[in-house]
T-cell receptor, first 109, second 112 residues
Framework: QKEVEQNSGPLSVPEGAIASLNCTYS??????FFWYRQYSGKSPELIMS????GDKEDGRFTAQLNKASQYVSLLIRDSQPSDSATYLC?????????FGKGTRLSVIA | DAGVTQSPTHLIKTRGQHVTLRCSPI?????VSWYQQVLGQGPQFIFQ???????GRGNFPDRFSARQFPNYSSELNVNALLLGDSALYLC???????????FGPGTRLLVL
């Protein structure tokens, strides 16, 4: 049974700070990793994908992947109140996406 | 370009009834997947279709079925509804050769 684990939170950070969201996965053959943002009552929205070890940056977002440790993270720099949402980690590898339960982020103005 | 569309947006049914949910993928996407998301959980995979063929099935009972049409749109059917089927049902489409899933707005189903 493939599992993706996330701290459910809530994670509270002040406006302008860096938010760090973490995710671990159980299946070593996983090849593709995704972060989705989901606002309350809405559907998941893709933020970033990452496929290779290391960092990938897109604007205020940085995804980090360590396949040896089976660990994926998402950093949000200069956090804004509009970043308050649930962040879902998803993993794929010859299978459809397996999602974690999500981490609820609250950015305090 | 239009994103993934789903209908209806909301639905209320009673136990034992049947429901059909509909999805149209992003233009050019041939793969459609269905997910169920209950409150407080991440989406759970139900089905994946590609070129009208079932490519994967999650751990859901046979009351759940789906199909994909020649225009790549898809339907999810659920028979003999249970209270526990109340959830947000998400449809997602993918470009050829990619695992990235793009989600539609979802259908919120309430079973009373």
């Amino acid at each position: 049974q493939k599992e993706v684990e996330q701290n459910s939170g809530p994670l509270s950070v002040p406006e302008g700070a860096i938010a760090s969201l973490n995710c671990t996965y159980s299946d070593r053959v996983s090849q593709s990793f995704f972060w989705y943002r989901q606002y309350s009552g809405k559907s998941p929205e893709l933020i970033m994908s990452i496929y290779s070890n290391g960092d990938k940056e897109d604007g205020r977002f940085t995804a980090q992947l360590n396949k040896a440790s089976q660990y994926v993270s998402l950093l949000i720099r200069d956090s804004q109140p509009s970043d308050s949402a649930t962040y879902l980690c998803a993993v794929a590898g010859n299978t459809p996406l397996v999602f974690g339960k999500g981490t609820r982020l609250s950015v305090i103005a | 370009d239009a994103g993934v569309t789903q209908s209806p947006t909301h639905l209320i049914k009673t136990r034992g009834q049947h429901v059909t949910l509909r999805c149209s993928p992003i233009s050019g996407h041939k793969s459609v997947s269905w997910y169920q998301q209950v409150l407080g959980q991440g989406p759970q995979f139900i089905f994946q279709y590609y070129e009208k063929e079932e490519r994967g099935r999650g751990n859901f009972p046979d009351r759940f079925s789906a199909r994909q049409f020649p225009n790549y749109s898809s339907e999810l059917n659920v028979n003999a509804l249970l209270l526990g089927d109340s959830a947000l049902y998400l449809c997602a489409s993918s470009p050829d050769g990619e695992e990235t899933q793009y989600f539609g707005p979802g259908t919120r189903l309430l079973v009373l």
